[in-house]
């Protein structure tokens, strides 16, 4: 199948070749990272983890939302997201990718990478990480080819396929659920402690996956004869809303505890994310931001005639999808740092290398993601035909 | 008993994940010296002379009346160049990435959660000098994912092996106290006087206090207590004669966040 993914227009080697530019240039900062180390980055000994452990927090959550789609589908046995589901599965791919590229990028001595399974410690939440990050790349590989090839072929999926789906349900859970303990089991970053993390980075995961999906169903249909349909659209518009609308809820815990309890080890990074603390508040327009896309977003996906309404709905994304980014891939991990366990107050900023290195390595994953989706797009476009 | 409660659940905790981690750590008996490869088994040791200190979990009481900045600059200074700690100028330390084993605060900084609204002026003031605390429960140990950082069981000390260390920082998202720092770059030319007794580190790799486990092994007490004029006081917390526990019998002493469980082997009179 891969041999559609080599015949194209000129507009999709076009992107290809700005995808590989962009990769070039990120390679050729990230040579440099290796050489001189983590110092180019605007990482310190106080905020320890930057924008590339947030962005594999991020990822993490869109690759766990394929389970959107293959949870209706397969469970429910909800038909209409069928010729939709290995788009989520094929993004759950490209996102995992990503993810490790992103754990490798921030390692200090990644040659030693393979130490982790060299000598494997179950007691350190990374070591799972590794684990199921691994698991879910291999499953969503495995499920999403498969089936392709299956219904390009006319015929059912192979049957050992059947069980691989149903464990992958609960494994994209988990993926989420893992990554969210790396911070909430750490005693003394008061902004990590809480119980509701995990949850929280399943809803917004849910709610910024789904968005993302229908911002590429718009892209695909634009550029391809592959429809996703209305229907499936809107079904993916109402997890959006709902996932959003629970998102704010757990924040809104979140705030609650923290400003009614006054305990200051709560409250103090919650102030600096969205007061500033001490003089101190480089992020407090970004998280303000993040609030009002999220809002604005709500509105206008629970407005029906706006959720049905296409230009409106894709507007609702891109603020859903900003949104829990900036809280996420900007907010969530530098936050938790600020202020430090002595309640000092460095601020985080990434540089410039830092920020080329971080699209390098996006770049890859949107090179994986369109490859991937080509051949998807020409297998349906030539049963279509 | 609040002790063997503890270890009971952690070893509970332990044998549940299937985890060998303490008899791992049991094993390293190997007697090399200074710190070989670990990828071949081995790890960082010193060998072990006659006159060699031993202890069941040592442990430090800082008198925190005696402390002043002179003093704190002659303990950090000591530390510092004995373990070869870089001593950078310029935009890296301005940047906070600057690498520190042991450093004076104020107390309102070293004890946030324990705050005293109105301490006298002097006592606010007067510099709290702060270290690794060689946890009994140590979380920077439970996140390391390879290990490197590892409790010795036979004197509780927290070590690093700096060979193994892949550079991933988890450890320092865990130490509630700061007590660690990353090598943003290579740190050997920014170190003054290299000690040759005392391996340098390489870029990407943590490092922290060691309670001079070097020094202990030829039978020499840590350089810090030796430079504190009499304000740290050294010695096996497991042994209620030696001077750490007379002192802690006799004398009030905090611990530095004792609500999260992590149990510091480091005290301090206030
Ligand atoms: S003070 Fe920090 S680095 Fe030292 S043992 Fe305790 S948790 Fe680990
Ligand atoms: S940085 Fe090194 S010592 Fe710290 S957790 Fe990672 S591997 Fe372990
Ligand atoms: S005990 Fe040794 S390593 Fe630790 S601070 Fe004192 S001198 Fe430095």
Known sequence: MLEKALRGSKKYWTWLLALAVLIAIGFFFYLRQLYFGLGITGMSRDVTWGFYIAQFTFLVGVAASAVMLVLPYYLHDYKTFGKITVIGEFLAVSSVLMCMLFIIVDLGQPMRLLNVIFYPTPNSMLFWDMIVLNGYLFLNILIGWNVLDAERNGVAPEKWIKPLIYISIPWAISIHTVTAFLYCGLPGRGFWLTAILAPRFLASAFAAGPAF????????????????????????????????????????????????????????????????????????????????????????????????????????CVFVFVGIWIDKGLGMISGGFIPNPLHEITEYVPTVPEVLITIGVYAVGFLVLTVLYKVVTGVKEELAG | MENSRRRFLKNAGFSILGVGAGSMLIGLSAHTSKAVSPDAGQRPQFSMGDKAMEAERWGMVVDTRKLNDSICRKMQEACHSIHNVPEPVGESAQRDQIIKWIWPTEFQHAFPSQEVEFLAEDAAHRPVVVLCNHCDNPPCVRACPTRATFKRERDGIVMMDFHRCIGCRFCMAACPFGARSFNFRDPRPDIEDENPDFPTRMRGVVEKCNFCAERLAVGKKPACVEASDGALTFGDLNDPDSDVRKLLAEKYAIRRKPNLGTFPSVFYIV
């Open chain 1, 213 to 316: 999906l229908i911002l590429l169903a718009f892209i695909i249909r634009k550029f391809t004869n592959f429809d996703a349909g209305t229907k499936a659209i809107q079904t993916l518009a109402k997890i959006v809303a709902y996932a959003t609308l629970a998102n704010l809820f757990f924040f809104l815990c979140e705030v609650f505890v923290a400003a009614y309890s006054q305990i200051p080890e709560h409250t103090a990074h919650l102030e600096y994310l969205f007061f500033g603390l001490h003089g101190h508040g480089a992020l407090v327009p970004w998280m303000w931001t993040s609030i009002a896309l999220v809002v604005a977003a709500i509105i206008l996906l629970i407005i029906p005639q706006a959720r049905q309404n296409e230009t409106t709905l894709g507007f609702a």
